[in-house]
């Protein structure tokens, strides 16, 4: 399974502290039967440049690397799920016109994880989360779309999965028994179409994988999480 929002990179942003609890948390996410992990630490263009966030998370990318060689060496055991290079674009306006914003997507892949803020949406963000989505090589994702969506009108989330905008949620949102019944529903309505565990840390903000495909696979069955695992292979394999 793909998990499709984390923190697992050490020093980014508020995730992972060390490599040492990157490589714990990639541990914990490969025995919850995930195998290839998004990393999307936070991009605020208020704080640095693209080429500067790039430049970091490339670092952070080979430290960890190279540390995940040393284990591997000591305990014979490489079982790390694979890591595609990502990023959380924090929404500001005219975002758009950000230079370089491509060089944001996942991996070599058209995806762009978008994170937008949890209030209502004026028309402005709205005609420009469409038209960042019509720009050409852009499959947008818009990441835990729980958090903002309960602040749009129906007719505005009628308007984004029109322009054929991929909705991320969060592991939490499958395991909270609030928020349950929500999730599953939305997940078989189509309305949901990637799950991440946007994993922080391995304390307070623990990936919740597992419990995720657990309950999933208990509602609508095994073939289900399959069917999820190769639809997301497939937005990955335009790499
Ligand atoms: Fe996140």
């Keep these: 399974m793909i ?12 995730g992972s502290k060390s490599v040492a609890e990157s490589v714990q ?30 430049q970091r998370r490339e670092e952070s990318y080979q430290s960890l690397c190279a540390q995940v060689e040393d284990l591997s060496k000591i305990s014979g055991n490489g079982d790390l799920p694979k890591i595609v290079l990502g990023t959380e674009v924090c929404y500001y306006p005219a975002i758009r016109r950000l ?21 209502k949406w004026s028309e402005y963000t709205l005609r420009e989360i469409e038209e960042i989505s019509e720009i050409r090589g852009v499959t947008l994702i818009l990441a835990h779309i729980e958090r903002s969506f309960p602040f749009q009108s129906p007719k505005t989330l009628e308007r984004l999965y029109e322009s054929r905008i991929l909705m991320q949620s969060n592991a939490g949102f499958f395991t909270a028994l609030g928020t349950r019944s ?6 078989r309505d189509g309305k949901v179409h ?15 994988m597992e419990k995720a495909f657990h309950v999933i696979s208990k509602k609508f069955g095994e073939h289900f999480i399959t069917q999820m695992n190769e639809f997301g292979q497939t937005l990955l394999v335009k790499e």
């Design 182 to 187: 929500k999730a599953l529903r939305l997940l």
């Design 3 to 14: 998990d499709w929002h984390s923190h697992v990179l050490s020093g980014m942003d508020d």
């Design 25 to 54: 948390l990639l541990k914990e996410l490969r025995a919850q039967g995930v195998d290839t992990v998004i990393a999307t630490p936070h991009y605020y263009a208020d704080d640095e440049s693209v080429e500067s966030f790039l």
């Design 99 to 119: 230079e370089r914003l491509l060089d944001l997507r996942i991996g070599q892949s058209d995806l762009l994880l978008l994170e937008m803020p949890s209030r």
């Design 194 to 208: 990637l799950i991440g565990s946007d994993c922080h840390n391995t304390t307070s903000r623990p990936p919740r």
